[in-house]
């Protein structure tokens, strides 16, 4: 039989197990605060650069056998420089989806005055209906170009034209039939 003895004197088989999960779970918290740093989108590089570097000095101090109290208040520590990183990151995109708003509302601006430029010239000498139906589709098919498939990307297409009907009382057929002066 294999009894062991447990005395003040020596250690025993249990105490050395109780020990290992408090630096199993200490090891698996700084991996886990270590991975989500390095899992976090770099918008900003010095930001991040700071972020990451004071993550991983405090990650460094979970596994040191803190109190529970000083362990709690690192986590604390912890998350809230994961939480000024996300407010950093969030203004700074933000920053930049206002900066490329304007750049595009700019060149937006700027090709609606070049254009009516150039169709103000074009528009001024088009003489005929059929010029003006002309000149419409070459412009829808510019703002619209198609897609794979042939059709316009969100603009819906205008009935096709058709021949202008007969004015006359006569029925279309015997219009149709009717000899031809010329």
Partial sequence: MNLRQ???WSKSGLAVEAEAPISTIERTLTLLVEGTALNMPE????DYK???????????????RLPEDDQLALIRTILHEFENYRKLSEAAIKERAAAWRGLVIMLFRDLLASLA???GREIAGLASGEQLRDWRAR?????HPPDAEGRAWGWPRS?????????????ACAAAAAPSST
């Fill in 6 to 8: 447990i005395t003040p």
């Fill in 43 to 46: 918008i900003d590089p010095e």
């Fill in 117 to 119: 430029r150039v169709l």
């Fill in 159 to 171: 009935k096709p034209q058709t021949a202008p009907r007969p004015t006359t009382t006569q029925p």
């Fill in 50 to 64: 700071a972020f990451r570097g004071s993550v991983g000095r405090l990650a460094l101090q979970l596994p040191d």
């Fill in 139 to 143: 412009v829808e098919a510019f703002l």
